[in-house]
């Protein structure tokens, strides 16, 4: 058997051991006799699974106890809709920041339930940096406001949390939930899909404060609906119950290793080494505003841009795989994400060390 080192950006890299024990426990759950996913999602050993798996991720991030956590189903693009039909409560319209193509998306999915005002963008420079707070124009009156806290095709990320009043902020954290603390209660609703950071592609995180819930459009599907879904335990329809039992594995892999602090500790060292080798070549170079570069989606560029094909053919035999930037912006992308350990990260600057030896 041999694994590669696996840049993917979604779905992506998962810990060795996590798919080790998953491995080991595919047959046999535990004595049950069962597989996870022969399981029933009402049974007390599935249970079991499902409140420990909440209680670790309420742990790590520190959640709380007036937020509910939902494990749900249909990636962050459904809950572009859900936050709009459980959010506006009667009000006219949200804000939205305007950082990149996941933000795009959320807008235009706004659009169709409300008001949308546009706050702020960084599209005047190709969406490469962060826009200021000083810059936000914020509506007093606004629902919520919405940002992408990293933008995972640009490698935007943004390393302070915005001010909103009373105005509850939600955050599409979809690419860096875990990979470092954050100050739940300053969020009003933090939702994020699996596939980036968490564990395989099916599951949704929703982390959304009380008092938000229960004042959902009559027009919202019953399984969208967060009141619903909290009264339910998360279990008003089947939920994505292998996917939550290998998150859960995360999770602990997570505990294990020192929690979220020494997971920041962790990114930072491999992102840079990464980017302090990208600022030091004239070969290849970041398009990302110093401060606002991703921990986790590192976007990069040859200057000869007729070398790409070769340097992805190159990477590949060198067991360095899906290095190809986003068919929207081009280029390459190395997403570094909590599983990549720092031997990835060298391994592919020492390839791309040669590769502009080679072709300099
Ligand atoms: C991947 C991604 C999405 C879309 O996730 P799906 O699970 O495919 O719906 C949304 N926002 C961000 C920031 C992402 O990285």
Do not use: C
């Not at 007093?140 to 915005?162: K, L, Q």
């Not at 959304?208 to 009264?231: E, M, N």
């Not at 962790?266 to 990208?278: G, P």
């Not at 360095?320 to 592919?348: D, F, T, W």
């Amino acid at each position: 058997m041999t694994r590669v080192f696996n840049f993917a950006a979604g779905p992506a890299i998962l810990p060795e051991p996590v798919l080790q024990q998953a491995a080991e426990e595919m047959l046999d759950w535990h004595g049950s006799g069962m597989s996870v996913m022969e399981m029933s999602h009402r049974g007390k050993e599935f249970v079991s699974i499902a409140e420990q798996a909440e209680a670790d991720l309420r742990e790590l991030m520190g959640i709380p106890a007036n937020y509910k956590v939902l494990f749900v189903q249909g990636g962050a693009t459904l809950q572009f809709a859900a936050i709009p039909l459980n959010l506006l409560r009667g009000k006219k319209s949200a804000d939205y920041v305007n950082t990149g193509e996941w933000a795009k998306k959320a807008i235009k999915e706004a659009k169709r339930y409300g008001g949308v005002n546009v706050a702020a963008s960084s599209e005047d420079r190709q969406f490469t940096y962060a826009p200021a707070q000083s810059a936000w124009k914020l509506d007093a009156d606004a629902a919520y406001v919405h940002y992408t806290s990293n933008e995972t095709i640009g490698g935007v990320e943004f390393n302070w949390i915005p001010e909103t009043g009373s105005v509850p902020l939600v955050a599409d954290m979809s690419s860096h939930i875990l990979s470092r603390p954050v100050e739940v209660s300053r969020y009003g609703l933090i939702y994020a899909g699996a596939q980036k950071n968490i564990g395989p592609a099916g599951l949704t995180i929703v982390i959304v404060r009380d008092d938000l819930i229960g004042a959902a459009s009559p027009l919202t599907p019953s399984i969208l609906d967060y009141k619903v879904q909290a009264d339910n335990g998360w279990m008003y329809n089947t939920p994505a119950t292998y996917a939550v039992y290998v998150a859960g594995l995360v999770f602990q892999w997570l505990k294990k290793a020192g929690g979220l602090a020494k997971m920041e500790e962790i990114n930072r060292a491999k992102a840079t080494l990464l980017y302090d080798f990208l600022d030091q070549t004239e070969f290849f170079y970041s398009p990302v505003d110093k401060s606002d570069r991703s921990l986790m989606n590192v976007p990069f560029r040859l200057r000869d841009e007729k070398l790409n094909d070769e340097f992805l053919k190159q990477a590949k035999q060198a067991k360095l795989l899906e290095l190809k930037g986003h068919r929207s912006v081009g280029g390459m992308r190395a997403s570094i994400y909590n599983a990549m350990p720092v031997a990835g990260v060298q391994a592919l600057v020492a390839f791309m060390r040669e590769f502009q030896t080679k072709h300099g």
